[in-house]
């Protein structure tokens, strides 16, 4: 079995964005960036199939700038066997990445992708959908369960009220929920490891797809500010805000 598993580059979750000072986008200058947490999900739960299955690979696969190597090695790190980088100037829309990996699909031919359910600098949700669109491949959101029964994937997605379980024939698309696993810590030794494991570099030319932009970012702000709260010294002075100040109550 091959399994794929797109990795993104990330603003890390400990860090408060702040836009540039034109509000033009995120100022992503000094930040400290990382692997999208959604996607460490993903790669733990690619690797907790090969852990069951020695004929697994498990491929990371990233479109981004040069410093996104830095990702896949964290994914070597974590134990996927090689990685590929579509090297990019600077990012692109949803659709355009997803164009890019479904030429990486059309030459690795995987029987599993599994994606992070979303990229925590955005939260577009869009990327594993389209790539299972533009394969025509069957797929399956938001997964809290994954089991490899023959050439099916059966899955558990939790919805509101309960959960669904649902088996879809390989190859297939998959997306991870926060509540599928607990992604592994990379060792030391394994780290070191990662340096020698194999990482392909391709540039965006020799994918030959069409990533013209098709969305024009106006511009980017902080949320207002809230305003703070206050005390009161009794029942009936909450009362009288709430009802002459707030208006939440007749």
């Known amino acids: 079995m091959k399994i794929l598993v797109p990795v993104k580059r990330v ?75 579509v090297e990019v100037d600077s990012p692109l829309e949803p659709l355009a990445v997803a164009k890019c990996l479904k030429s990486i699909v059309d030459r690795e031919h995987p029987d599993l992708l599994i994606f992070g359910k979303q990229g925590i600098d955005n939260d577009n949700n869009q990327t594993g959908q389209m790539v299972a669109g533009l394969c025509g491949y069957p797929q399956g959101t938001f997964c809290s369960t994954i089991d490899i029964i023959g050439d099916l994937v059966a899955i558990t997605r939790e919805i509101d009220g309960g959960s669904e379980v649902w088996e879809l024939p390989l190859p297939a698309v998959l997306t991870a929920d926060l509540r599928l696993n607990e992604p592994r810590y990379a060792s030391l030794p394994n780290i070191m490891k990662a340096k020698k494991k194999p990482l392909e570099v391709m540039a965006l030319g020799d994918l030959g797809v069409d990533t013209r932009p098709r969305q024009t970012l106006l511009g980017v702000s902080l949320p207002s500010e809230r305003k703070p709260g206050i005390k009161v010294d009794s029942v009936t002075a909450l009362i009288e805000k709430l009802k002459n100040e707030a208006k939440v109550i007749l």
């Open 11 to 85: 603003i890390d979750y400990n860090v408060k964005a702040r836009p540039k000072d034109d509000g033009s986008d995120v100022d992503l200058s000094l930040a400290k960036m990382g692997l999208n947490p959604f996607c460490e999900i993903a790669i733990e739960a690619a690797l907790r199939i090969k852990d069951e299955n020695d004929q697994c690979e498990v491929i990371a696969v990233s479109v981004g700038e040069k410093q996104a190597q830095e990702q896949i090695r964290t994914a070597l790190a974590m134990g996927a066997d090689r990685g590929i980088l």
